[in-house]
């Protein structure tokens, strides 16, 4: 069973141009997380998706970032008119449930994302 | 925010020493899960442990939990150089999302 996928590993962009980062959760995972992380830092959560739902975007600016998870194909996350801000390392996690009373997150190996 | 502090943020220990990482966190839990991240890495999931619990052992691994002083502890024992990493506490919140604390790097000298 292959693990949590994310591609491009690397991203670099420059100011203005539009970031897609994709994330393929694990087989029979349907409950997708993705998280941000600034160099030096902690994850920072932003949005939290269920096969053609989002559920929890709290974490996510509202202006030009938006997310998918469509019925099929990978989980999408959009980040439009990139600033150097938005440089960070991108994660994104799976399961199979939602996370809850004992159950853990799956997560891929990132995307890391420069703007130059 | 509903994470609070890791101390310390930094540790450097020699190659059988034991690493106690501390974490707290603000609001009431259901559980608290510690991850690892190797550099350049994703996340990998360490331990859980549940809100009516209070110590929990898997292998080196050893994570206590105190409710009362909402905060918790992870204890690495007869560490290795392979143990090299940043480690996180992190809380469940609403809706599942993992909320993470800025974690500790641990750096084990061989």
């Known amino acids: 069973n292959a693990g949590v996928m994310q591609n491009p590993r690397h991203l670099v962009r420059r100011r203005g141009q539009e970031a897609r980062l994709r994330c393929s959760p694990m087989?029979?995972?349907?409950?997708v997380y993705w998280y941000r992380q600034l160099p030096e830092e902690g994850l920072k959560f932003m949005v939290y998706?269920?096969?053609?739902?989002?559920?929890?975007e709290s974490g996510m600016p509202k202006e030009r970032f938006s997310a998918e998870f469509p019925k099929e194909g990978p989980s999408i996350l959009r980040i439009q008119q990139v600033v150097r801000g938005d440089s960070a390392a991108y994660f994104c996690?799976?399961?199979?449930?939602?996370?809850?009373?004992?159950?853990?997150?799956?997560f891929g190996p990132g995307t890391r994302l420069t703007v130059l | 925010s509903q994470q609070g502090e890791e101390d310390p943020q930094a540790l450097s220990i020699q190659e059988g020493e034991n690493a106690t990482m501390n974490c707290s966190y603000k609001?009431?839990?259901?559980?608290l899960q510690w991850y690892r991240q190797n550099s350049g890495r994703g996340l990998v999931h360490l331990i859980l442990?549940?809100?009516?619990?209070r110590e929990k052992h898997s292998g080196r691994l050893r994570v206590t939990l105190d409710t009362s002083k909402k905060s918790s502890s992870l204890l690495i024992t007869a560490s290795r150089a392979a143990d090299t990493a940043s480690y996180f506490c992190?809380?469940?919140?609403?809706?599942?999302?993992?909320?993470f604390g800025q974690g500790t790097t641990l750096q084990v000298k061989p």
């Open positions: 992190a809380t469940t919140g609403n809706t599942g999302k993992l909320i």
């Open positions: 609001t009431s839990i259901n559980n």
């Open positions: 996690a799976s399961s199979p449930i939602r996370t809850g009373e004992g159950n853990e997150q799956f």
């Open positions: 442990i549940r809100s009516n619990e």
């Open positions: 998706l269920q096969k053609e739902n989002i559920i929890d």
């Open positions: 087989k029979g995972h349907s409950h």
